[in-house]
C-alpha cells in the first residue's frame, strides 16, 4: 500500500486576461500550497477495476471523481491494461471552496500510482497527465509558490513567500465556477494594485505580499458572508484577505500567531470550515512510518 498526501492551495493573485475562441479563460494567476491536506491510500487488488472509498466528504466515489479520472488517465499514459486499485481518500478541504481539494486529489494519486507502479515518470510527465484532469492539477503537483498561465496548466516557480500564519474560512454559501466565470464577462474596469504580487514576493516581505493580494472574482462576487468573514480578519489585525480562486473560501495573511488563532476562534463562532495554517514550499509527497518525507 501506498500512502500520499498534497496540500490545498490558495490564490494570491487571479487575474482573467483573455478568452480563447473555444470559450475558456486565460488568466494569470500566483498560487501557493498550504498545510491542509488532502490524503489517499493506494493498494493493488485481483478484480480490475478502481474503487474508491471516501472519508471526509458526501462526494460522488465513481467516474466523474477527480482521483477516478487520476488514475485512468495515469493508466492510459503509461500504457497499464486491467489493473485493479483500492483508493481510501481521506478529505479535510472543503468541497467548493477554491482551495483546489478535487485536484490535491488527483495529484496525490498520480504521485502515488507513480511509486507503486515504478513508473518514474518526471515531474513535468505528472503535470502533463494532471492537466487532463483538471487546470490546477499541474501546480498541485508542482506545489509550494508559482504564476500559473494560460489555462493555468503553464507553471513557473517562485520564491517562497516569508513565513506566515494563514486563516482560512469557508461560509455557508457558495457560487459555481461557471457562474463566477460569466460575472466576470459582464464586469468592466477591473482594478489591480500597482505592484505585481510576483515583485512582492521577491522583496521577501510579507507585508508587500499582503498588500498586494488581488482576485477577479473577489472584485465581482456579492456574497454577504464573505464581507463578514473580511470584516473579522480586519477587525483581527490581518495584513490583507481576500476570496481564493472563484470562491467561495476568504483566507487571510497574518505575521502573528495569537492574532491567527483569535481570528479563527471568532469566526468558528458562525463558520463551519476554518482553518490556521502555513504557507507549503511542496507539493505531494509519500508518507511513510507515519512522517512526511
Known amino acids: 500500500m501506498i500512502t500520499a498526501c498534497c496540500p490545498a492551495k490558495i490564490n494570491l493573485s487571479l487575474k482573467i486576461i483573455g478568452k480563447r475562441d473555444d470559450g475558456y479563460h486565460l488568466i494569470h494567476t500566483v498560487m501557493q500550497a498550504v498545510s491542509i491536506y488532502e490524503t489517499v491510500e493506494i493498494e493493488r487488488r485481483e478484480y480490475s477495476g478502481i474503487q474508491l472509498r471516501i472519508t471526509g466528504a458526501d462526494i460522488p466515489a465513481d467516474e466523474s471523481n477527480t ?3 487520476a488514475a485512468d488517465c495515469f493508466f492510459k499514459y503509461a500504457g ?10 481521506t478529505k479535510r478541504v472543503p468541497v467548493g471552496a477554491g482551495l483546489g481539494g478535487g ?11 507513480n511509486r507503486l507502479f515504478e513508473t518514474d515518470f518526471s515531474p513535468q ?17 508542482v506545489g509550494g509558490t508559482a504564476v500559473c498561465t494560460g489555462t493555468g496548466t503553464e507553471i ?9 500564519h494563514v486563516v482560512i474560512a469557508k461560509p455557508g454559501s457558495s457560487v459555481s465556477t461557471a457562474e463566477a466565470y460569466k460575472l466576470i464577462d459582464n464586469a468592466i474596469n477591473l482594478r489591480h494594485s500597482d505592484m505585481s504580487i510576483e515583485d ?7 507585508f508587500l505580499v499582503a498588500k498586494n493580494l488581488t482576485n477577479d472574482f473577489d472584485a465581482v462576487t456579492n456574497l454577504s458572508d464573505i ?15 481576500q476570496m481564493s480562486g472563484s470562491g467561495s473560501s476568504v483566507f487571510g495573511l497574518f505575521n502573528q500567531d495569537n492574532f491567527a488563532q483569535l481570528c479563527a ?3 468558528r463562532c458562525k463558520f463551519e470550515h476554518v482553518f490556521v495554517c502555513r504557507p507549503d514550499k511542496d507539493g505531494p509527497r509519500i508518507i511513510e512510518k507515519n512522517n512526511i518525507k
Open 103 to 113: 485536484s490535491a486529489d488527483a495529484a496525490a494519486v498520480l504521485v502515488a500510482l
Open 156 to 164: 513557473s516557480a517562485l520564491p517562497p513567500i516569508p513565513d506566515c
Open 125 to 141: 510527465e505528472l503535470c502533463n497527465i494532471g492537466a487532463n484532469v483538471g487546470a490546477d492539477v499541474p501546480f498541485c503537483i
Open 200 to 206: 512582492a514576493i521577491y522583496s521577501g516581505d510579507i
Open 265 to 267: 476562534n471568532e469566526l
Open 227 to 241: 464581507d463578514e468573514i473580511k470584516d473579522v480578519m480586519k477587525r483581527n489585525n490581518t495584513l490583507g484577505c
Open 67 to 69: 482521483v477516478y479520472r
Open 80 to 89: 497499464i491494461k486491467e489493473c485493479g486499485l483500492l483508493v481510501n481518500l
